[in-house]
């Protein structure tokens, strides 16, 4: 049995953390301010520089609710962006779902792998390649406007975990998909 039949995650839990983190999502904010979709690679460097330097940040982690597996914090919407802190348990895994077409990956604790997926259908997917991903490591994907099989992939915890993430669009709308 694969590790995705065994270990996905089927608890999990959304908070409204978003006023206590508005000053981190208002930062966040701030850096793409004057760039456009697409955006230029200098936005998302800038975007871990100021994760990476945030040690307030960091402390407030231990804070977050943990629910079970998988506890999703919601800390900032605005317009079409969305902002989410991640607490994973270890060894769960995610559907292999896309996103939106702004997707932004920041690991602020722990460690991931990161199975990357090409469409072959409607709702089907296979493998391409997978991406080890530890403490300061980021992933980000500009794809198409308005659909959300942009970025396919499936995200492991290998151990107990934080992340970071930034989306322009409505995470929720990602698709689910089935490894052909
Ligand atoms: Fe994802």
Request: charged content about 25%; hydrophobic content about 35%; overall charge negative.
């Amino acid at each position: 049995m694969s590790f995705l039949e065994t270990n996905i995650i089927r608890d999990d839990q959304t908070y409204d953390y978003s006023s206590e983190f508005q000053w981190f999502f208002n930062q966040l904010l701030e850096v793409k301010s004057g760039d456009e979709f697409p955006y230029e690679k200098d936005t998302f460097k800038k975007l871990q520089e100021l994760i990476q330097q945030c040690d307030k940040l960091a402390s407030e982690l231990e804070q977050l609710p943990f629910h079970k597996q998988y506890s999703r914090n919601v800390i900032g919407e605005k317009d079409s962006w969305n902002a989410l802190l991640s607490r994973w348990e270890p060894n769960v895994a995610s559907s292999v779902h896309g996103h939106p077409a702004l997707a932004f990956y920041y690991v602020l604790e722990g460690e991931f792998e990161m199975d990357f997926y090409k469409k072959v259908s409607a709702t089907e997917v296979k493998f391409s390649h997978t991406k080890h991903l530890k403490k300061g490591d980021c992933v980000w994907s500009q794809g198409k406007q308005g659909e959300y099989d942009n970025m396919i992939h499936c995200v492991r915890s290998l151990k107990s975990s934080y992340s970071l993430h930034l989306f322009e669009g409505d995470p929720q709308k990602g698709e689910v998909f089935k490894i052909a």
